[in-house]
C-alpha cells in the first residue's frame, strides 16, 4: 500500500486513505479492504463492529502502518485479525 | 494524496456548516467544495499549466486553491504587490497559467504569454454553476510560491500533495473547531502563512473570517462583529492594533481566545506588552519557512506565560525564542560544514520530516539525508527551545518581507558622491527589522542629505526598502577575505 491510497470497506462505508503503508493486508470488519468498492457488500464480522471515527488516525502496535479514516463505517479496522488502535496526538495550539 | 481532501472531509462531516465568511457573505462548506470542483472544470478546460491567483483575500482563493488541487494543477498564488517588471517576469514563467484577479493588469505586462484571466466575481460566479469534473486529477505539486528573490531571480519553491497533507494531519486534529469558533485572517493570499491558514482551518472545521487585506481598524471591528475566538498575525500588525488601542480605538474583544504570528522577528517590548494587555489570550509563536509547509516549531501559551511572569533570566529569554520542533520535525543546528553543533552554538538551522519540501523547481536543496538547511541562523538551548539569529545570508526582513541588502546597496552605488554602502537590519518595535544603510563618501565630494539618500531609494525600489537610518562612515570593515563584515556595521546601528 503506496501513501496516499484509498481503501475501500468490502462490508461497511468505511474508507481509509493510508498515510504510511507496508505489505500488510488491512481488514475492515472483518473483511481485506479493497481499492475498488465490490457491487454487492458482504456481511459484517460481529466480532470486528466496533465502527470507524471520521479524521482519526489508526495504527498497528508497531506504527508501520498508519490509516487515516476519511470515510466513518460500522466495522473496525485490523490487521491479521489484530485490531488496530486510534494514534494518540497530544493537540498542539492552532499556528496558522 | 490530495489537499481538496480536507474540503471534501469537511463537506462530508457537515455540509451545511459555515466555514467562510468573507465580505458579507457566509459559505458552508458543502457550497465551498461545490464551487472548487466547479473551479476544477474551468480550470481543466482552459488547457494551462498553472492557477494563478493576482488579487487580495478572497472566497476566491479557497476555491482556487482546492479547485487546482482536484483539477491537479500546481497553484501559483501571485503578490500583487510586486512592481510590474518583476511581475511580468513572473507571469512569463507559469504560462499558460489560469489567473484569477487583476485582468487589467495581465493583459498589459502578459499578453502574449497565453493566458486564461478572470476577473474575482466573474471566476466565483462561474464556478458555483459549473458541474464538478468526474475524475480527480494526479499531480504532485500542490502550490508552488515564489521566494522573494533576494540575491537572483526568484526561486520557484514547490509543496507537494503528500507535503501538505503530511503536514495537516500531523499538526491538525479534524473536525476538532467547535461552531462557536472563528478564525480571522488577515495575511495574504501569496504567503504560506495564507494558505496553510486555509488548509488547517478546513481541516479542523474552524470558521474563517477573511480580510481582504490588513487594517488594524478592519481588524478590530471584524473581531467584535463576527466573535472572532483566534486569529494568526505578523509581529507588524499586532503592534498596529495595539497602538490603535492605545490610541483609545473602540474595541471590544472579550471573544478572542488565542493569537498565534509568526512570519518575521518578534520584538521583545512588543510580546511583554501584548501579554499584560491581553492577560486571557493564549499566544503561540510559530517559525516556519514556505519550504517546509509552514510551521516547523512553536513556542506555546504555556511557554509563554512562564516566561513572562518568570524572574529567571534564562526562562525569560524563552520569549524570544520560536519554541520547540513539532513531534515530527526534527530541527538540528549546524555549522558551515554542515556538522551538528551541540546546544547553545549559534549556525544554520536545519530541517528534515515528511512536510518539509526543500526543493524548487530547478532543483532540491535537500541534502543526501533528507535535511533542508533553512539559511536562517540561530542556536538551541538546553531545554531544546530555538532560537534564531537572523538569516545566514543576511537578508533583512521587515514585516515579514524579506529584503536583500544587496539591492539597496546597488540603488546606493549609482549615486556619484557614494563610494561604497551597506544596507542592513536595525531592529525596530513597529516592524521587528527595518533598513539601515552606512554610506562612504567620496574623496572630495559633500555627503548627501539623508533625505536624498531615501528618495533615491524610494524612486528606484519599493517604499519598504527606504532606509530608516543613514550612517556615513570613513570606511565600511571588511575582512582581510575582502568580505563585508556585516555584524560590525550592525552593531554601529546599536548605538
Redesign the interface.
Given at each position: 500500500m503506496k501513501p496516499g491510497t484509498k481503501l475501500k470497506s468490502t462490508v461497511d462505508d468505511t474508507e481509509v486513505m493510508v498515510i504510511r503503508g507496508s505489505d500488510a493486508v488491512v481488514e475492515c470488519g472483518g473483511a481485506p479492504m479493497a481499492e475498488e468498492k465490490p457491487g454487492q457488500l458482504g456481511t459484517l464480522n460481529p466480532d470486528f463492529a466496533g465502527g470507524t471515527m471520521m479524521g482519526k488516525r489508526y495504527v498497528d502496535a508497531a506504527g508501520t502502518v498508519e490509516l487515516l479514516c476519511v470515510k466513518p463505517g460500522k466495522g473496525s479496522l485490523a490487521i491479521n485479525g489484530t485490531a488496530l488502535q486510534i494514534k494518540d496526538a497530544k493537540p498542539l495550539p492552532s499556528s496558522d | 494524496?490530495?489537499i481538496s481532501?480536507f474540503l471534501?472531509?469537511a463537506a462530508?462531516?457537515d455540509a451545511n456548516r459555515i466555514g467562510l465568511v468573507c465580505d458579507g457573505r457566509r459559505w458552508s462548506y458543502g457550497t465551498l467544495l461545490r464551487a472548487a470542483q466547479g473551479a476544477a472544470t474551468l480550470i481543466r478546460e482552459s488547457g494551462c499549466t498553472h492557477v494563478s491567483l493576482l488579487d487580495e483575500s478572497s472566497e476566491a482563493a479557497t476555491i482556487a486553491l482546492f479547485g487546482a488541487a482536484l483539477a491537479g494543477i500546481p497553484y501559483v498564488p501571485l503578490n500583487y504587490r510586486l512592481a510590474d517588471e518583476d511581475l511580468a517576469g513572473l507571469l512569463h514563467r507559469i504560462a499558460p497559467a489560469f489567473i484569477v484577479g487583476d485582468t487589467g493588469r495581465v493583459e498589459r505586462l502578459a499578453r502574449e504569454d497565453g493566458h486564461t484571466v478572470h476577473s474575482r466575481t466573474d471566476f466565483v460566479g462561474k464556478a458555483e454553476r459549473t458541474a464538478g469534473l468526474i475524475e480527480e486529477g494526479e499531480e504532485d505539486v500542490a502550490v508552488q510560491l515564489f521566494t522573494s528573490g533576494t540575491t537572483a531571480a526568484p526561486k520557484a519553491a514547490i509543496l507537494r500533495?503528500?507535503n501538505l497533507?503530511?503536514y495537516i494531519?500531523?499538526?491538525?486534529?479534524?473536525?476538532?473547531a467547535t461552531e462557536d469558533e472563528a478564525?480571522l485572517v488577515s495575511v495574504p493570499p501569496y504567503h504560506i502563512?495564507g494558505i496553510?491558514?486555509l488548509l488547517?482551518t478546513t481541516?479542523?472545521m474552524?470558521k474563517v473570517v477573511l480580510l481582504s487585506a490588513f487594517d488594524p481598524d478592519t481588524w478590530l471591528a471584524a473581531v467584535a462583529s463576527e466573535g472572532v475566538t483566534?486569529a494568526?498575525l505578523v509581529p507588524t500588525m499586532l503592534g498596529r492594533i495595539i497602538a490603535r488601542l492605545d490610541a483609545g480605538a473602540n474595541a471590544e474583544l472579550s471573544s478572542l481566545r488565542?493569537i498565534?504570528y509568526?512570519g518575521g522577528p518578534m520584538p521583545r517590548e512588543l510580546i511583554d506588552r501584548a501579554l499584560d494587555l491581553f492577560p486571557n489570550v493564549?499566544f503561540?509563536n510559530?517559525y516556519?519557512l514556505t519550504e517546509t509547509s509552514?510551521?516547523v516549531a512553536?513556542l506555546?501559551?504555556e511557554e509563554h506565560r512562564e516566561a513572562h511572569r518568570s524572574s529567571d533570566p534564562k526562562v525569560r529569554a524563552r520569549l524570544a525564542s520560536v519554541g520547540r520542533p513539532?513531534?515530527t520535525v526534527e530541527i538540528e543546528i549546524r555549522d558551515e560544514e554542515g556538522r551538528p553543533l551541540p546546544a547553545g552554538e549559534r549556525g544554520e538551522v536545519y530541517v528534515r520530516g515528511d512536510q518539509v519540501s526543500g526543493e524548487y523547481r530547478e532543483r532540491s536543496a535537500l541534502d543526501a539525508q533528507g535535511w533542508f538547511p533553512t539559511r536562517d541562523a540561530g542556536y538551541m538551548d538546553e531545554e531544546g527551545y530555538l532560537f534564531l539569529a537572523g538569516r545566514a545570508d543576511d537578508v533583512i526582513c521587515r514585516g515579514g518581507e524579506n529584503m536583500s541588502p544587496g539591492e539597496i546597496e546597488d540603488v546606493l552605488l549609482t549615486h556619484p558622491a557614494i563610494a561604497d554602502a551597506a544596507a542592513v537590519a536595525v531592529p525596530s518595535l513597529e516592524w521587528g527589522e527595518t533598513v539601515g544603510v552606512a554610506i562612504v563618501v567620496r574623496a572630495g565630494q559633500q555627503p548627501p542629505s539623508d533625505e536624498e539618500v531615501k528618495k533615491l531609494i524610494k524612486d528606484r525600489l519599493r517604499s519598504s526598502r527606504v532606509p530608516e537610518r543613514v550612517l556615513v562612515l570613513d570606511a565600511l570593515p571588511y575582512n582581510e577575505m575582502g568580505k563585508l563584515l556585516r555584524r560590525e556595521v550592525r552593531n554601529l546601528f546599536k548605538g
Open positions: - | 494524496m490530495n481532501l471534501q472531509m462530508d462531516a500533495h503528500s497533507v503530511s494531519v500531523g499538526s491538525v486534529e479534524f473536525g476538532s478564525r502563512a496553510a491558514s488547517s481541516y479542523a474552524r483566534s494568526f488565542s498565534a509568526g493564549d503561540a510559530s516556519g509552514s510551521t512553536i506555546g501559551p513539532l513531534p
